[in-house]
């Protein structure tokens, strides 16, 4: 990945993706913030290599799986417009990376995406209105641009 791709969703506050890192709190940003992480790319950056991921592990207070579950949100938080309620959707689809992500094909990937929206364990709550048909839910244009812009990178 170059660095100008990298630089249009690295910097976003890691305290503002605790959605998509259930395994972070507002603590562990301030702990993490001691290591000079203060950012998506940023905690990309420190996993990049195996000493960083420990030291982020031991700064935050979490497993070596849990700091590969936050590395693989960052990574996903880099695709432009890409809000932190759609990831932990997205690994609930099974996309575990950009390279991942740049195999899926659209149409499939947003149906399976709306199905997981309306489970009440991944998506956010339902409404206790009906929704209308595609509201609430992710849009084709928006995954397919997802994957066109992953397989580029």
Known sequence: MAANETQRGSNRLLCDALEAMPELDPSSCLQLASLSIHTTGELLVYC???????????????????????????ELMLVPDM?????????AAGVDSLRDLACRHPTTLTELLSRLYREPRIGKPLLDEPDEAGTGALGFFDVASWVAWASRV
């Open 83 to 91: 809000d932190a309620h759609w990831v932990p959707l997205l690994r």
């Open 48 to 74: 990049a290599t195996g000493p960083g991921r420990t030291r982020v592990a031991k700064t935050a207070g979490l497993q070596a799986e849990q700091v590969e579950d936050c590395r693989i949100a960052a």
